[in-house]
């Protein structure tokens, strides 16, 4: 009998407890603003809710940005895939900026 394969280390794995922490608060941010919709609160304060939660993501997407390159980027140019791994890093970030 085999012992189970652990996870992968990500570039994340280090700060997963607090990464999960930020999107249980967006979470929570997002279910807050269906609340207003729902209570037919003025729009602009649903707006600026929304405007908060987009950032909350920017800043969990940063983190992730931050990790991948630090972590799995050194591991792909260690493996010879550095190429690669830039391009799919840059595709990410593109994807990301295309917003609205």
């Known amino acids: 009998m085999t012992a189970p394969t652990p996870p992968p280390t990500r ?3 280090a700060t997963k407890d607090q990464l999960l922490g930020r999107l249980r608060r967006i979470e ?4 807050g603003i269906e ?3 729902d209570e037919d609160r003025y729009c602009i304060d649903v707006l600026t809710q929304i405007s908060a939660i987009q950032a909350a993501l ?3 997407a940063l983190g992730l ?5 630090r972590h799995c980027m050194h591991e792909g140019a260690v493996e010879g895939r550095a190429d690669e791994m ?6 990410a970030v593109g994807r990301l900026m295309k917003r609205g």
Do not use: I
């Not at 929570?28 to 279910?31: A, I, L």
């Not at 940005?65 to 390159?69: F, Q, S, V």
């Open 11 to 13: 570039g994340y794995t």
């Open 28 to 31: 929570g941010q997002v279910r």
């Open 35 to 37: 609340k207003m919709v």
């Open 58 to 60: 920017d800043k969990v």
């Open 65 to 69: 940005l931050d990790g991948h390159a």
């Open 86 to 91: 830039a391009t799919e890093m840059m595709a």
